[in-house]
């Protein structure tokens, strides 16, 4: 087994990094407290070919492997995870799961601007539309309806939650037609934002990721064209589930980076900072700390790497997914907690950025399947 990173993949962790340090973190405070969508950021993540990197170039992707997304999604992570989940939904969820499942068709026109990151200039973005009020955990109760209708379906519902939710440009929607065949009989559309029936609610004033904009979409009486199903009538729960499996690989690798970011940032911390007449990293408390904290980290590392080498090699990925999101979201909290402990009272401020990496964490054990659906997937794959 080798777990050396090739040249490229270097070239592209360096890049993050850069990126990370240059381009997000300036203002990255300000975004977080005022909830300001990072759209300059994501215009030249965009620039670089971050927005569409496991899509073939045929498609205006990168081409790149799960691996070196994950990395970059690592890296950018460590700075500034509202940047990165937008960047993450793109990707793994919207860019993916056309590619996967879409018509040609489809791809030419929508794909090819999403994993480009923009067209005529503009952002283009997309956004997954599955959770509701009442259908978060338990994805099969889905309330949204699409009506055929011959040529096209009539839409109506509410999703929540929905990260990019006012900046998408595309919808890729869930929704129910044929509520007897159950979880078989839901589709997924491809809804334009532009569409006449298409409202974005207010944004989500949320615990952290506070720069991503988490909206509420309604559907009124949306006409959507019958070519934008994606795949065949009831194919829908499949797709969602299939293109979370990479979904939680992205999230997996957000929560490492927000982890290695918060450790990062403890141990220049304990280097400078002296207590009792020596520096906090002389103490053993704080070695101690820190050296449990790297153990964490470097685990839940090889977890995504795992997990990216399994989707790349087209192997089943559920269950190394499952795991990576798991252990790295549980890890993401509690490095978080103890960054911000290994800082004192300078980690409860905003200036030291760890109180700000806690709040970010919470969110990696909740969205794309929460710790505890996580552990109903490994369970049952157990099972089998």
């Known amino acids: 087994m080798d777990f050396?990173?090739?040249?490229?993949?270097?070239?592209?962790?360096?890049?993050?990094?850069?990126?990370?340090?240059?381009?997000?973190?300036?203002?990255?405070?300000?975004?977080?407290?005022?909830?300001?969508?990072?759209?300059?950021?994501?215009?030249?993540?965009?620039?670089?070919?971050?927005?569409?990197?496991?899509?073939?170039?045929?498609?205006?992707?990168?081409?790149?492997?799960?691996?070196?997304?994950?990395?970059?999604?690592?890296?950018?992570?460590?700075?500034?995870?509202s940047t990165s989940v937008c960047m993450s939904v793109n990707n793994s969820l919207v860019c993916w799961g056309l590619e996967a499942f879409g018509t040609e068709e489809q791809k030419q026109k929508y794909l090819t601007p999403l994993a480009q990151g923009k067209k005529d200039g503009e952002l283009y973005i997309g956004a997954f539309l599955l959770s509701e009020p009442e259908a978060g955990s338990d994805a099969t109760s889905q309330q949204t309806t699409a009506e055929d209708k011959g040529d096209y379906y009539l839409l109506n519902g509410t999703k929540n939650w929905?990260?990019?939710?006012?900046?998408?440009?595309?919808?890729?929607?869930?929704?129910?037609?044929?509520?007897?065949?159950?979880?078989?009989?839901?589709?997924?559309?491809?809804?334009?934002?532009?569409?006449p029936g298409v409202v974005v609610g207010a944004k989500e004033n949320k615990m952290g990721i506070r720069g991503s904009d988490t909206h509420s979409i309604q559907f009124a009486d949306v006409k959507v064209p019958k070519?934008?199903?994606?795949?065949k009538e009831g194919f829908g729960f499949n797709f969602a589930m299939q293109t979370l499996n990479g979904g939680r690989i992205g999230i997996a690798a957000q929560a490492l980076g927000i982890?290695?970011?918060?450790?990062?940032?403890?141990?220049q911390y304990a280097k400078q900072r002296k207590s009792f007449g020596k520096e906090l990293i002389e103490h053993q408390a704080i070695q101690f700390k820190l050296a449990d904290m790297a153990t964490h980290i470097?685990?839940?590392?090889?977890?995504?790497?795992?997990?990216?080498?399994?989707?790349?090699?087209?192997?089943?990925?559920?269950?190394?997914?499952?795991?990576?999101?798991?252990?790295?979201?549980?890890?993401?909290?509690w490095v978080t907690t103890e960054a911000v402990q290994i800082h004192g009272g300078y980690g409860y401020v905003k200036e030291y950025h760890v109180e700000r990496m806690m709040r970010d964490a919470k969110?990696?054990?909740?969205?794309?399947?929460?710790?505890?659906?996580?552990?109903?997937v490994i369970g049952r794959s157990l099972i089998k």
């Open 4 to 81: 050396s990173l090739n040249e490229e993949q270097l070239m592209i962790k360096e890049a993050a990094k850069n990126f990370a340090n240059t381009e997000c973190l300036p203002g990255v405070i300000e975004r977080d407290e005022h909830m300001k969508f990072p759209k300059e950021q994501i215009l030249k993540l965009a620039d670089l070919g971050f927005m569409g990197m496991m899509v073939s170039p045929d498609y205006g992707g990168a081409g790149l492997d799960t691996i070196s997304y994950v990395i970059a999604m690592e890296e950018i992570s460590k700075v500034d995870a």
């Open 162 to 195: 929905i990260t990019n939710g006012s900046s998408a440009s595309v919808y890729l929607v869930m929704a129910q037609t044929d509520k007897s065949k159950g979880f078989r009989g839901i589709n997924t559309l491809i809804v334009e934002k532009s569409l």
């Open 227 to 231: 070519e934008n199903r994606i795949g």
């Open 259 to 267: 982890a290695a970011g918060a450790y990062e940032r403890s141990l």
């Open 298 to 333: 470097e685990a839940a590392r090889l977890l995504v790497y795992k997990a990216s080498s399994d989707k790349d090699d087209k192997k089943d990925y559920t269950l190394s997914a499952a795991m990576a999101k798991l252990y790295a979201a549980e890890t993401a909290m």
């Open 363 to 376: 969110i990696t054990q909740i969205y794309e399947g929460t710790s505890e659906v996580q552990r109903i």
